[in-house]
């Protein structure tokens, strides 16, 4: 039985009508729910801890700021849409002494909820909007009139409201346009570490670097390189992302489909499914977790020498050079974010 896909004429604001949502945090996720709630009629404000680097710019979009634990206050939907580590401190310290019977705390991830990192009274709702995609494309498409999908979850149902608060959530920041999955806080949870380690951002990461340094190596120039594994990468998964890998195939040479079904599975060959399949079990054992959290606990150390280096790669100052040519490629202002974690 093929599941349940919420689409936009299943979904109202009508759960939100009268109710002010407070977004704490105004990063990748914030913003673009922030933002895309206010457009659709919703009233939002939002949270943040004094000094944040994010505060003007939230101000500079209309928003009305308050310290955290002053809107959590103002607030019956509270989304946590700070980073998954640091959750449990501003939890702790300005939203759970602000909750109320009859609140609802909403995340975008499960994490501090599956792995137990904080603790929620039993009178509120605890629910999860998940759009499947980076915040800065929810925002982005949201104003193009299209919508990333989302998945929701309902883990606390205290006053039998949740699921519609959700979907309510999930329409007003434009999920429903692309289509909207209800799930559970674990599914959620495991699938999106899984995705982001192995498929989307760890597996394509290294796979570009090393496509990237076996050309090099052998005397192509860099830009050469860069076209082949890093430019053309879009535009292939662009057309996946249209029809299917199979309507992908369509568009590509014969010799290219030889070359994909003949050599493609011998270079991502069992082994990378067995090692797919540790990094699961890790996932699901709760070891990832475990470390992460540790990491974050001992100053990043380890986290920010890899961001570095991955910086320092070569591909990037190619990369750059190369997209300066072409002014259809969005530029980003990306400075800040590449800062180091504290
Ligand atoms: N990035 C994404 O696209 C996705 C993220 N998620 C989930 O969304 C949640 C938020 O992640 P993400 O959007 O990446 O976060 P970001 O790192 O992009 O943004 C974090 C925001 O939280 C603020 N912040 C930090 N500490 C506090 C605090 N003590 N009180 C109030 N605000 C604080 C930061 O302020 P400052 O500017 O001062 O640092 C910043 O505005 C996480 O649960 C994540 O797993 C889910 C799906 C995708
Ligand atoms: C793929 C990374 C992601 O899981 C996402 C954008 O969905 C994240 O947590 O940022």
Not at 165 to 177: C, D, K, N, V, Y
Request: hydrophobic share 40%.
């Amino acid at each position: 039985m093929p599941a349940k896909i919420y689409t936009e004429k299943d979904a109202s604001l009508a759960p939100l009508k009268g109710k002010t949502c407070a977004v704490i945090g105004f990063g990748s996720q914030g913003h673009a729910h922030a933002l895309n709630l206010k457009e659709s009629g919703v009233n939002v404000i939002i949270g943040l801890y004094p000094g944040s680097k994010s505060r003007k710019v939230a101000e500079e979009k209309g928003l009305k700021v308050y310290d955290t634990a002053e809107a959590v206050k103002k607030a019956d939907v509270i989304f946590v849409a700070v980073p998954d580590t640091k959750i449990p401190d501003v939890f702790n310290k300005d939203i759970k002494p602000n909750l109320v019977k009859g609140k609802t705390l909403l995340f975008s991830h499960g994490f501090a909820i599956h792995f137990k990192t904080i603790t929620v009274p039993a009178d509120v709702n605890v629910i999860m909007v998940a759009p499947k995609g980076p915040g800065h494309i929810v925002r982005r498409q949201y104003t193009e009139g299209k919508g990333v999908p989302a998945l929701i979850a309902i883990y606390q149902n205290a006053d039998k409201q949740a699921k519609k608060i959700a979907l309510a959530w999930a329409h007003g920041i434009g999920g429903t346009r692309g289509g909207v999955l209800e799930t559970t806080f674990k599914e959620e949870t495991e699938t999106d570490l899984f995705g982001e380690q192995t498929v989307l951002c760890g597996g394509t990461s290294a796979l570009v670097q090393a496509g990237f340094e076996v050309l090099v190596e052998a005397g192509y120039s860099p830009e050469m390189a860069y076209f082949e594994c890093l430019h053309e990468l879009k535009l292939i998964v662009d057309l996946m992302n249209e029809s299917g890998i199979a309507g992908m195939r369509f568009s590509i040479s014969e010799t290219a489909k030889w070359g994909d079904v003949k050599v493609g599975p011998k270079i991502i060959d069992k082994s990378v499914k067995k090692r797919m399949k540790e990094a699961l079990k890790d996932i699901q054992t709760g070891k990832f977790a475990k470390e992460w959290v540790r990491e974050t606990k001992t100053g990043y150390k380890k986290f920010n020498k890899l961001l570095k280096d991955g910086e320092k790669h070569p591909i990037e100052k190619t990369g750059a050079r190369l997209r300066s040519l072409m002014p259809w490629i969005k530029k980003r202002d990306i400075k800040g974010q590449q800062a180091s974690y504290s």
